[in-house]
């Protein structure tokens, strides 16, 4: 008895901060335009636009297939790594102030990059990386890829 009622508040709390959590990003939703509410479609017209904010997006796309462990990224010196599982897309906005490097952990194997070189990257404000099992794949469109780095195998 006790235990059922434990059971159907817990499942009242998760209704109660669903909904919450809903309204929140509904208010998000309405607040920001609905063209720019993502984060990336906000450098979409920086033509029309008089502001010139140097804001760097980056984009890091674990592509792998589902089995596979999960990837540690370190980005630019930050002492914590972040996780990227198979499938996520995990997205940094930066300031255009210079080089920014990265490193990667998959198993025993690992990458190091510059994330962000500003003499590579023709002025471009949004860099996409794919990663996947032979390594780490550059683009500025989300659609061609390049190829720039493969995995260092077992002595990171
Ligand atoms: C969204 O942006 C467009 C173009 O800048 C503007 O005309 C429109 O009023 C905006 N809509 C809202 C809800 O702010
Ligand atoms: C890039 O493309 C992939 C696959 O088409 C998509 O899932 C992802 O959301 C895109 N990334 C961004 C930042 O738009």
């Given at each position: 008895m006790c235990r059922s009622i434990y059971a159907s508040l817990i499942v009242l709390l998760t209704m109660c901060l669903m909904n919450v959590l809903?309204?929140?990003?509904?208010?998000f939703e309405s607040l920001s335009n609905s063209t720019n509410s993502l984060p990336f479609n906000h450098f979409e017209e920086p033509k029309s636009s008089h502001i010139d904010i140097n804001i760097l997006a980056l984009s890091f796309h674990n592509v792998m297939?589902?089995?596979?462990k999960n990837v540690i990224f370190f980005y630019n010196n930050l002492i914590k790594g972040v996780y990227l599982t198979p499938g996520q897309t995990y997205v940094i906005l930066d300031k255009m102030n210079g080089i920014k490097a990265g490193a990667m952990y998959w198993d025993r194997?690992?990458?190091s990059f510059l994330a962000y070189d500003p003499s590579a990257e023709a002025g471009h404000q949004k860099i996409f990386w794919n990663i996947k099992e032979d390594g780490?794949?550059?683009?500025?469109d989300n659609n061609s890829w390049q190829k720039k780095k493969s995995w260092t195998f077992n002595h990171c």
């Amino acid at each position: 008895m006790c235990r059922s009622i434990y059971a159907s508040l817990i499942v009242l709390l998760t209704m109660c901060l669903m909904n919450v959590l809903s309204f929140a990003s509904a208010d998000f939703e309405s607040l920001s335009n609905s063209t720019n509410s993502l984060p990336f479609n906000h450098f979409e017209e920086p033509k029309s636009s008089h502001i010139d904010i140097n804001i760097l997006a980056l984009s890091f796309h674990n592509v792998m297939a589902r089995n596979n462990k999960n990837v540690i990224f370190f980005y630019n010196n930050l002492i914590k790594g972040v996780y990227l599982t198979p499938g996520q897309t995990y997205v940094i906005l930066d300031k255009m102030n210079g080089i920014k490097a990265g490193a990667m952990y998959w198993d025993r194997n690992c990458i190091s990059f510059l994330a962000y070189d500003p003499s590579a990257e023709a002025g471009h404000q949004k860099i996409f990386w794919n990663i996947k099992e032979d390594g780490l794949y550059h683009s500025w469109d989300n659609n061609s890829w390049q190829k720039k780095k493969s995995w260092t195998f077992n002595h990171c």
